[in-house]
């Protein structure tokens, strides 16, 4: 088998693996022991093997291991910081939006991409980041709850809990204000 040597940062942490050019990124991950990269179709459907290369989220299915040579990827494994749980893993596990969890990787780090670019999501925006990842038993709207409510959790830690309880109480009236204008 030919191989090659891959170098890149997984969670934080410098990689140096032996792969054969024909590796996918899925299978590498795996093969290393980062099993929240679930196997699901295979086929860039389902968005179980997610994973944020660079800080966006790719179907590691999709992509060969050789194409991250360089890359930084963020695993479910690395979301937890110092054995404290992100505020997406929180507001997942407080909403209910994990039931079987086989999706829920992929999910939060979908959603923690698009909080890294939009710190206040409209619930549209929230749905359209989730849209390629499946989900068979959530019926989505716990996920898409819990999404909102880390935005939230993550903003009150950026400007202080009383500065975003003010925004989100301004924000609720310039809503019915628009409402009662139309
Ligand atoms: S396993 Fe990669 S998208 Fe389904
Ligand atoms: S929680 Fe089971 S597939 Fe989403």
């Known amino acids: 088998m030919n191989s090659m040597q891959l170098n890149l940062t997984v969670n934080g942490e410098a990689k140096h693996w032996a792969i054969a050019p024909g590796d996918l990124l899925l299978d590498v991950l795996r093969r290393e022991a980062y099993f929240g990269v679930k196997r699901g179709c ?20 999709l992509m060969f291991a050789a194409q991250a ?6 695993t479910i494994e690395g979301v937890e910081q110092n054995g404290k749980l992100d505020p997406l893993q929180e507001a997942f596990l407080e909403h209910g ?48 709850e819990a999404v909102l409510a880390a935005a939230s959790a993550y903003r009150a830690r950026a400007v202080g809990p009383r500065k975003e309880k003010a925004s989100q109480k301004s924000k609720r009236k310039s809503q019915k204000a628009k409402v009662a204008t139309r």
């Open 42 to 61: 295979e086929s860039g459907e389902c968005g179980a093997c997610t994973v944020l290369v660079n800080g966006k989220p790719i179907n590691s299915c």
């Open 69 to 74: 040579e360089g890359c930084e990827i963020l």
């Open 97 to 144: 939006a994990v039931q079987c969890g086989f999706c829920t990787p992929g999910m939060i780090l979908s959603a923690k991409a698009l909080l890294a670019e939009h710190p206040d999501p409209t619930e549209a925006e929230v749905r359209k980041a989730l849209a390629g990842n499946f989900c068979r038993c959530t019926g989505y709207l716990k996920p898409v």
